[in-house]
């Protein structure tokens, strides 16, 4: 698919360096998106229709510099745990849908998360975020009804990381080590 070939351009040309200009991807990603909304709506739409929930789709790797790139398939009021990103920067665009992204830091001292705030993001909206351990996020799709997609850009193959859990509100919060299971590659 053109758009998807489109996307991955943007992103194999801005994510270089150690702190690639994020805003810049997701102004020029976002752009695509809006451009192509219809397009990419139908092409993807296998993706929303699996009925398999939540899934990690490959769209692109690369070795030097690192990246990767991945759609998401969010069913119905899916959501995360709180989790980070294994120190990479990344970037996340909603493709269809709606989903919540709230921004927590975790204190690298004793290990607890506070909330620092939340956006919302629509089809072509993006949230990002440098190479850095503090930062850790929970997202959801805020639909009861309906799937979302969303495309996330790493710097690097984000194989590994913890998600973060708190069984009560005075209790320390715990790290779960996760592995990030691929349902596929999608073509571009
Ligand atoms: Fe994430």
């Keep these: 698919m053109q758009t998807l070939k489109a996307l991955r351009d943007i992103a194999f040309d801005i994510g270089t360096g150690k702190h690639p200009d994020l805003a810049a991807m997701a102004r020029e990603l976002g752009r695509v998106v809006r451009r192509d ?7 993807l739409a296998y ?7 939540f899934e990690r789709w490959l769209l692109a790797e690369r070795g030097k510099p690192a990246l ?8 119905a009021n899916h959501a995360t745990p709180v989790h980070d990103h294994g120190g990479l920067w990344g970037l996340e665009l909603a493709l269809h849908g709606a989903l919540e992204v709230q921004a927590w830091s975790r204190d690298p001292a004793d290990g607890a998360l506070h909330l620092k705030g939340q956006d919302w993001l629509g089809p072509g909206d993006a949230t990002w975020f440098d190479a850095d351990t503090t930062y850790t996020h929970r997202c959801r799709n805020l639909s009861r009804h309906d799937a979302a997609l969303s495309l996330h850009v790493y710097g690097g193959d984000l194989a590994q990381y913890f998600a ?3 069984v009560g509100q ?7 080590p996760q592995r990030a299971a691929i349902a596929g590659r999608l073509g571009a």
């Excluded at 909304?37 to 092409?43: F, K, N, Y």
């Excluded at 993706?47 to 398999?52: K, Y």
């Excluded at 005075?170 to 779960?176: G, T």
């Design 164 to 166: 973060y859990e708190q």
């Design 37 to 43: 909304g219809p397009l990419l709506d139908q092409g």
């Design 47 to 53: 993706l929303r229709n699996r009925q398999r929930g």
């Design 68 to 75: 990767s790139m991945l759609v998401m398939a969010w069913p």
């Design 170 to 176: 005075a209790e320390p919060w715990l790290a779960r």
